[in-house]
């Protein structure tokens, strides 16, 4: 190639980078003024020109986790990492990340682990890094190391919000209560309002020098369960208020078995999760039904609806969903009216859900499929454009019927 032509190039990719780099700008200004789709329309225009700006990858995975996608967030910050593997910020948002999905899973421990032990020799002033780690220690047994991630933390940022919780949780895990207890103490100084942590306070303070009577006062105050009446049944024994103590043990009794049914709600829900993951999606279907039988609970009832659309039981949802006006059930209900050639019912029920939540991106798309099987070519060329502007990121927002 000639020099004046590679030069030419060489110029042209500098100019991109730089219109790149000013749209990056304008991008932060807007998430300052809190235009978060106008912000994104401005950093997916600006990967274009340029895809190996990091920070326009980095930035456009905050404006992604803000909006609840996690997994288009993680490929954001991924892809910073790709064009940057030094960059701190971008690493301490996979490790984010990766302990919210294995708190979610309840697996997954040691894989997150890694992800937070790079963000935090990463960034040495970053302590959020190894407070995930000091959590993830815990789950995984490792209590010594745990307390020694959660100190370093501290070191870093004496006030970050929640370390000395953190902390305090692990040396009772580890069977240090003593040095749990001042730690509690602080942590409920914080957040004097949080009837959790005076529950944690409680029971250590009764398995500590000062005993059962500092502890029941902060027992009585936490917010009321099977384990804290069980903890509080045990000190007002100890401390020879035994009719206080056959209450609390009364009480006990009759949660066991609404805990026991709520535990097995739980396990059923975990077990549709797994098989709808797998593939398996007419086998989650009685296990979603059985935890809902087990326990109402709202999210499992729109992941039942979710697993009936896919095996083709529109009906079967609609009888499900009858009556529930949150605009996520109001969303599945047009999927199955749709489904059932029902397109102005359809339409009906997704500008409901809009009318609930006017950023229901999902909602709108669907609104303008449902717009064009009427013949409202229009309508539905708004309905998507709506969408798109609403989350300019995502591709299959622009793919039209």
């Known amino acids: 190639m000639a020099p004046h032509v590679v030069a030419i190039a060489l110029l042209l990719f500098q100019d991109a980078a730089a219109r790149a780099s000013r749209l990056v700008d304008a991008a932060v200004e807007l998430s300052n003024r809190g235009q978060f789709p106008a912000a994104a329309a401005r950093l997916v225009e600006a990967l274009s020109m340029d895809a190996r700006n990091a920070e326009a990858h980095y930035l456009l995975g905050l ?57 935090a020799a990463l960034d040495p002033r970053d302590a959020e ?24 933390a501290l070191r870093r940022n004496p006030a970050l919000p929640g370390a000395r919780l953190e902390l305090a949780m692990a040396h009772v895990e580890s069977g240090a209560v003593e040095q749990a207890v001042p730690l509690l103490k602080q942590a409920l100084q914080a957040r ?38 069980f903890v509080l049944a045990g000190c007002y024994r100890k401390l020879g208020r035994n009719e206080e103590a056959a209450a609390a043990l009364a009480r006990v009794a009759e949660d066991r078995e609404a805990a026991n049914a709520r535990a097995q709600a739980r396990y059923q829900a975990a077990v549709a999760h797994r098989k709808a993951e797998s593939g398996d999606v007419e086998g989650a279907v009685p296990a979603y039904r059985e935890s809902l039988r087990l326990a109402a609970d ?5 992941d039942l609806a979710v697993a009936l659309l896919k095996t083709g039981r529109p009906a079967e949802v609609l009888e499900l969903l009858a009556g529930d006006g949150r605009p996520v059930a109001l969303y599945q209900t047009a999927l199955a009216l749709g489904r059932q050639d029902r397109h102005r019912d359809a339409k009906q029920a997704l500008e409901k859900a809009i009318e609930g939540r006017p950023g229901f991106v999902e909602a709108w798309y669907q609104l303008g499929v449902t717009l064009h099987l009427l013949g409202d070519g229009t309508a539905s060329g708004r309905a998507f454009d709506r969408a798109v502007e609403l989350r300019p990121d995502d591709p299959a927002l622009r793919r039209r019927p």
């Open 63 to 119: 404006i992604r986790q803000q909006d609840g996608r996690a997994g288009a967030a993680m490929e954001s910050f991924r892809a910073a990492l790709k064009v940057n593997p030094a960059y701190g910020q971008a690493q301490a948002r996979v490790c984010e990340l990766e302990t919210a999905a294995a708190r979610g899973r309840e697996a997954g421990y040691a894989e997150a682990l890694a992800t937070c032990r790079r963000a």
């Open 129 to 152: 890094p190894l407070v995930h780690a000091g959590w993830l220690q815990g789950r995984l047994g490792q209590h010594a190391a745990a307390i020694q991630s959660l100190r370093a």
């Open 192 to 229: 004097p309002a949080d009837a959790g942590v005076r529950f944690q306070l409680g029971a250590a303070l009764a398995k500590s020098k000062e005993g059962c009577a500092a502890a029941v006062p902060y027992l009585e105050a936490a917010t009321p369960s099977s384990q804290q009446q």
């Open 298 to 302: 709202e999210g499992v009832k729109i």
